[in-house]
């Protein structure tokens, strides 16, 4: 026996829940003194980076053997089961990553808080609330500490309520996630099924039939589906992400966001056993019309924050089509490709959390500078906030997946695994694949679009308002956030093979394969399938553009003409363009609206044209439905409203009326009860 | 075999008189008139469960039969007269509904309970199936009653003529315990403070028991 006394891994991990907890009463104490931003903030930096640490270490030491522990709370038959395994491992790093950038973030980003004692006890709440959601190991911890997650982002996004629009965020917020709530509760007791056992262990034992499977996959793609922000259930997203202080937002979106798909994951992957094929049919489609969609809302968006809130939505479409395939292969036994798509699935989570927290982080440094988030008003920051300028352009270059950051390796695995469909025995399947690739591949062209146009639109160009003009650089910490994600962002696209390595005791775990081992292959490639098959380099690739770019450079500035020319600069047509005149974010979005948008938004253009004699301008006036509101959400909305006025005349009865209630209700019960025994 | 012949004819003739009795209650328009009927109802339900104590041969049913006796068909009507009197309403016409429209839904109500029971307890003892059916109809007439009346003392009265139907139901079957009994008095009896002392709060505040003027206090009309 070891003398040591051996804390086991998943017990460190819930000591820093426990430490994050003590941190959220500490900051109700502290709350409303001047020090409490630094002292709570730098308190959830310390325990997110020795969480990451931990989490690291188990996923990259012993994955393969997990580590459980028993609380005695919850369910007195059942305590509250714990347990870290190498998901749970990947997905705490995920977690604390985002927590620990967040914590930087505001350390320099939460002394501009308003009110921070709405803020400051929250936010350690919620990171606890994450950690515990992926250490559960019960179905009913698992739905504890999903509610108190979503509860205290819910209090985070009513943070400033009194802002216009922040309290009907809040509200549809909190409706989207009991109903996500309700549906995990039923997939939940589904799976636990007559013999009522809660411990996953126990659920992963047991055999379920087809009927419950499909049911299971259903709620768990309308529970985890809703927190996640797959159409047509993300109707809360760009709503309670942007309401939210921007580190937030970057948590909500970067982070919980795969909290979500976690739970997915771990349901769908592990609890439910081995798949159907049909199974993965709904998830590649919701997917496809998820990253379609979600990309196209934010690409006619131009509010930043709502943008990026959007962009998430596309992003998770892409991660729910990698699941979709890793489940149709793994239905096939074809485990090299189901293995290839799972993991691209998880890189792009791990990328997604970088970038996406990059550029919210980004999108808090042009608030906090300029206090707007309306891309009109904003323009030529990249002269007044040069640092903040170049950590998001590397953001929006890694998220519209280009060579070399991280972003296109994630995309590009995934189309690798698209490329296997041909593999696939089922010609649903082997039809449908490659269309959904080719949802992705527009999903990746928009995304690249979109955010040329809130790069654009937000940085270059010159100021369209005093504010942008104005606008200073923010400080050291937000800064330093910001670039270590970036460099992040950069490491990922470089040493992927890394990363795949580091991933593949998941795939191990959840789908009994792997992929090729990449540490063998010369100078940092990485073969997916096979080298003859295909290859990625993103060292040669990141020095061709290094090299290409700086010869051009030097050809440039060594063969063209250095001879001085003044003359009156195009205008155009313009000849004094006010900065209001410059091409804005609609007209960016223009052709893409004439092309998608009659469809998804049955857009119109209004040119509102004075009659002559008239001085006042012409006027053109975009008319944009978001037809999922319209169409599903908003009868919902009507139905109740009428149904809840009607049954309001109940509230205002007699006390005869009443009791006649009562009585008719007995009679009829009894005269069923005659007319059918 | 005459005997249980007897018996049965007996309890049945008692049990149809309680249902007799709630339809002479439904008739009545007066608070007065509509107290002493009660006191013939609860006077009557005494009887019944005496006679069950005799022939079930159970002596604790007596003292259920003398509680029913005393409380209900002297203690309760008395007490109600004087709250009548002190509140001056015994010249008020309080039926909500016409007395015809009443009548026929009670007999609808009796016919139904008659055949849910007679259907419901095909193998049970036929003195209880018949009993039974009976008490349903008193425990239905009695909520009739309530829902009829616009009254607060009224509806007390009817509440308590379906407390009685529970009794004659409890009674009726074998082996009941006297605890129940008690409890079921002694809940008949605190329902009856408790709604004396609501009716006199009522009268402080409205100068009236209608129960409509409730309403109007909740901002509610007519």
Redesign the interface.
Request: glycine share 4%; aromatic share 0%; no cysteine.
């Given at each position: 026996m070891n003398s040591a006394v051996v804390i086991s891994p998943v017990a460190l991990q819930m000591s820093g829940v426990a430490a994050l907890l003590v941190t959220a009463i500490l900051a109700i104490a502290l709350s409303r003194s001047e020090r409490a931003t630094a002292v709570i903030y730098g308190a959830t930096l310390a325990i997110c980076a020795a969480a990451l640490f931990g989490a690291l270490r188990a996923l990259l030491g012993d994955a393969a053997n997990s580590s459980t522990l028993i609380l005695p709370v919850g369910l007195p038959w059942l305590g509250a089961h714990f347990r870290l395994d190498a998901l749970a491992s990947f997905f705490l790093v995920v977690v604390n990553l985002g927590g620990a950038a967040a914590s930087l973030y505001g350390l320099g980003y939460g002394h501009h808080e308003p009110s921070p004692h709405r803020v400051l006890p929250f936010f350690p709440a919620f990171l606890a609330g994450m950690n515990l959601v992926v250490l559960a190991d019960d179905a009913f911890s698992y739905l504890l500490c999903w509610e108190f997650m979503s509860l205290a982002s819910w209090a985070l996004v009513m943070a400033h309520h009194r802002e216009p629009g922040n309290a009907k965020a809040g509200y549809v917020y909190l409706v989207m996630a009991s109903f996500g709530t309700l549906s995990l509760l039923l997939a939940f007791g589904l799976l636990a099924g007559p013999a009522g056992d809660y411990g996953f262990a126990a659920i992963r034992a047991a055999a379920h039939t087809p009927y419950v499977a499909a049911l299971v996959l259903i709620l768990m793609l309308l529970g985890a589906g809703s927190k996640a922000g797959l159409v047509p259930l993300h109707v809360w997203l760009p709503l309670a992400h942007p309401a939210a202080p921007s580190h937030v937002s970057a948590l909500m979106s970067g982070v919980m966001t795969k909290v979500a798909i976690y739970g997915f994951i771990r349901v769908v992957f592990d609890l439910l056993g081995p798949p159907n094929w049909s199974a993965s049919v709904i998830v590649l489609f919701l997917g496809s019309i998820t990253a379609v969609l979600g990309i196209l809302y934010a690409m006619m968006e131009n509010d930043l924050k709502r943008l990026l809130a959007y962009s998430t939505i596309e992003n998770i479409g892409i991660i729910f089509v990698s699941l979709g395939l890793a489940l149709a292969f793994q239905a096939n036994g074809l485990k090299l490709a189901a293995a290839l798509a799972f993991t691209a699935a998880l890189f792009h989570v791990l990328n997604h959390s970088f970038f996406k927290s990059l550029l919210f982080f980004g999108a808090g440094a042009v608030l906090n500078s300029t206090g707007e988030r309306d891309m009109d008003k904003l323009g030529g920051l990249i002269h007044r906030m040069p640092f903040t300028s170049f950590a998001v352009l590397v953001g929006c270059v890694a998220i519209s997946a280009l060579p070399p950051f991280n972003g296109f390796v994630s995309e590009w695995l995934m189309f690798q695994a698209v490329l296997q469909s041909p593999d696939l025995p089922q010609w649903a399947l082997k039809i449908m694949v490659p269309a959904v690739g080719a949802m992705l591949a527009l999903a990746a062209a928009l995304a690249a679009a979109t955010f040329v146009k809130a790069y654009g639109v937000t940085f270059l160009g010159r100021p369209r308002s005093t504010a942008a003009e104005t606008a200073n650089e923010v400080d050291r910490y937000s800064l330093a956030a910001m670039f270590i994600l970036a460099v992040l962002c950069l490491l990922g696209g470089i040493l992927p093979g890394l990363v795949i390595d580091a991933l593949s005791p998941v795939a191990v775990e959840i789908l009994g394969g792997r992929m090729p081992i990449q540490a063998n292959e010369a100078w940092l490639s990485i073969a997916p399938i096979a080298e003859s098959r295909s290859s990625y380099n993103g060292l040669l690739v990141m020095m061709f553009i290094a090299i290409s770019a700086s010869l051009t450079v030097f050809f440039i500035h060594r063969f063209a003409s250095h001879a001085l020319r003044r003359g009156p600069a195009w205008g155009c047509g313009f000849s004094d363009a006010v900065p209001a005149a410059q091409y804005s974010g609609a007209s960016f979005a223009q052709p893409i609206r004439r092309v998608f948008g009659t469809m998804v938004f049955h857009a119109r253009d209004h040119v509102e044209m004075p009659p002559p004699g008239d001085i006042r301008p012409a006027r053109l006036r975009i008319e944009l439905h978001d037809l999922i509101w319209e169409g599903m959400y908003a009868p919902i909305a009507g139905a109740v409203a009428v149904s809840s006025e009607w049954l309001n005349q109940l509230q205002f009865l007699t006390i005869r009326r009443y009791l006649s209630l009562v009585f008719a209700t007995l009679v009829t019960l009894l005269l069923v009860l005659a007319i059918w025994s | 075999m005459q005997m249980h012949s007897l018996s049965f004819d007996v309890s049945h003739t008692l049990a149809g008189g309680l249902v007799l009795i709630s339809f002479l209650m439904l008739y009545q328009d007066r608070l007065y008139s509509l107290l002493n009927v009660f006191a013939l109802h609860a006077l009557v339900l005494a009887l019944s469960v005496a006679w069950q104590a005799f022939i079930q041969d159970a002596p604790h049913l007596y003292v259920t039969a003398v509680i029913a006796l005393v409380f209900k068909a002297i203690v309760i009507p008395v007490a109600l007269h004087r709250i009548v009197k002190q509140l001056g309403i015994h010249r008020d016409i309080e039926a909500?509904v016409g007395i015809g429209p009443t009548m026929l839904a009670g007999m609808g109500?009796v016919a139904?309970?008659m055949?849910?029971m007679l259907?419901?307890t095909a193998e049970a003892d036929p003195l209880a199936r018949e009993d039974l059916a009976f008490a349903l109809s008193v425990v239905?007439l009695g909520?009739?009653v309530?829902?009829t009346?616009?009254n607060a003392v009224s509806?007390v009265v009817g509440f308590m003529s379906l407390e009685n139907g529970l009794v004659l139901a409890a009674t009726g079957a074998k082996g009941m315990p006297l605890v129940v009994e008690i409890s079921v008095a002694f809940s008949i009896l605190i329902a009856f403070i408790v709604i004396g002392i609501f009716l006199f709060r009522i009268r402080e505040r409205f100068d009236s028991v209608d129960?409509?003027a409730?309403?109007d206090y909740?901002?509610?009309h007519?």
């Open positions: - | 909500a109500l139904l309970s055949v849910l259907r419901v239905l909520l009739l309530m829902v009346r616009r509806q129960v409509s409730l309403d909740r901002g509610e007519r």
